[in-house]
């Protein structure tokens, strides 16, 4: 089985059954495995209950693959995030930060959300193979009657998660970008735990952060 088609595999697999699903993965060609030293979890939302409960899970699955990570809720003073930083204040931030020994962040915000409309028979049948065209046809006429008790309106969020070096032997630069798209979910938590177990997944198999392992992580809380 080759490299390609195993990643496919491994794609479907997660995204069949969790609300997060990676759109589009990009790894700086130059960098074949990163491990940091220490890193810095940052997530933006105006949701401080939202940060916090991601952050945590987040970092606490990375100490579990034995990365030196920290939440940026532990290490931001308490009014850093309540107004707009200028450009001179975040490259403070980055000296601050080389001189208490990180040299990684690990970005995530949502830049966006998108309304949907899904039939719901149509939706409920998606993952069914028929085994004639008697029944897919019975299954599915209902659409002809354009219903809109067969619709279900639903919203998608469309997130981003970026991996920074701050190295002090070399330019900052981005190592690893993810778009990941989370389908709106029963509850927070849920997402939450969905989106950290697919980026634990990215990363590794990327070769940053977490090296030559996979994670045993399940997330059932």
């Known amino acids: 089985m080759n490299t390609i088609y195993k990643l496919m595999v491994l794609t479907l697999v997660i995204s069949s059954c969790s609300s997060s699903e990676l759109v589009e993965n990009w790894k700086n060609p130059d960098i074949d495995t990163f491990e940091a030293n220490k890193v810095l979890v940052i997530g933006i939302t105006p949701q401080e209950d939202a940060r916090k409960s991601f952050e945590k899970k987040l970092v606490s699955a990375l100490?579990?693959?034995d990365v030196n990570a920290v939440e940026s809720l532990d290490y931001f003073n308490n009014n850093f995030t309540s107004q707009p930083r200028t450009e001179e204040e975040i490259y403070s931030l980055e000296r601050e930060l080389l001189a208490n020994g990180f040299d990684a962040i690990l970005i995530s915000k949502v830049i966006g959300t998108e309304e949907k409309v899904s039939l719901v028979q149509a939706y409920r049948n998606l993952d069914r193979t028929f085994n004639s065209f008697r029944d897919d046809y019975y299954e599915n006429q209902s659409i002809y009657q354009n219903d809109k008790d067969n619709y279900e309106e639903y919203k998608i969020h469309h997130a981003q998660s970026s991996l920074y070096c701050i190295c002090p032997d070399k330019e900052r630069e981005i190592l690893w970008k993810g778009a990941i798209?989370?389908?709106?979910?029963?509850?927070?938590?849920?997402?939450?735990?969905?989106?950290?177990?697919?980026?634990?997944?990215?990363?590794?198999?990327?070769?940053?952060?977490?090296?030559?392992?996979?994670?045993?992580?399940?997330?059932?809380?």
């Open 63 to 65: 100490q579990r693959n």
């Open 181 to 221: 798209d989370v389908t709106e979910p029963d509850n927070v938590r849920s997402a939450i735990n969905d989106y950290v177990k697919l980026l634990i997944w990215a990363l590794s198999e990327q070769q940053l952060l977490i090296i030559n392992k996979q994670s045993n992580e399940s997330f059932d809380l």
